[in-house]
T-cell receptor, first 114, second 112 residues
């Protein structure tokens, strides 16, 4: 199993450009989520999905869109990149064990918006 | 005040020392997670706790639900333990697709 695969690992965008961060998992996990990590702030939830066709907003959703057409894939779209979106992005998928959710994280995408 | 507080923020230790990282939280939780992030690296889940204590090799994690407190211990620390250790909680009752709330991390540096 590959686990959670994120692409690309690094990306530089110009202000106003759009792009999609890819996230795929091969563990048949229902729950997937996107986080951003900024210095001194800890990780914050952007969007999450509890299954194919179902998505919801997290703590910092503005400027991002998601969709979940399959169980495996959960792409994150930046509609019009802004310097404030410079961050490291992590995708995670979750499994349940005895009613508790455990998490597997991708390796991250480092995004710079200039 | 953050829902999840970690201490210390930074920690330097010599190889072989016993290390303790603390995490306090202010909400009801279904589970607490300890995560490890090496510089420039991804995030790895070390432990998921809902009660008691877990041990894996030189790592021990404990949780006190009544006091809303958890500790991560590293015995016989080694330079390869140098990383950021992150505490996170899933709020709410068990069985719900709860979201993670993170602490800001503890940066550990273990020197020879």
């Amino acid at each position: 199993n590959a686990g959670v695969t994120q692409t690309p690992k690094f990306q530089v965008l110009k202000t106003g450009q759009s792009m999609t961060l890819q996230c795929a998992q091969d563990m048949n996990h229902e729950y997937m989520s996107w986080y951003r990590q900024d210095p001194g702030m800890g990780l914050r939830l952007i969007h999450y999905s509890v299954g194919a066709g179902i998505t919801d907003q997290g703590e910092v959703p503005n400027g991002y869109n998601v969709s979940r057409s399959t169980t495996e894939d959960f792409p994150l779209r930046l509609l019009s990149a802004a310097p404030s979106q410079t961050s490291v992005y992590f995708c995670a998928s979750s499994y349940t064990w005895d009613g508790i959710y455990g998490y597997t994280f991708g390796s991250g995408t480092r995004l710079t918006v200039v | 005040k953050n829902e999840v507080e970690q201490s210390p923020q930074n920690l330097t230790a010599q190889e072989g020392e016993f290390i303790t990282i603390n995490c306090s939280y202010s909400v009801g939780i279904s589970a607490l997670h300890w995560l490890q992030q090496h510089p420039g690296g991804g995030i790895v889940s070390l432990f998921m706790l809902s009660s008691g204590k877990k041990k894996h090799r030189r790592l021990i994690a404990t949780i006190n639900i009544q006091e809303k407190h958890s500790s991560l211990h590293i015995t016989a620390s080694h330079p390869r333990d140098s990383a950021v250790y992150i505490c996170a909680v899933t709020a709410g009752s068990t069985g719900t697709a709860s979201k993670l709330t993170f602490g800001t991390g503890t940066r550990l540096q273990v020197t020879l």
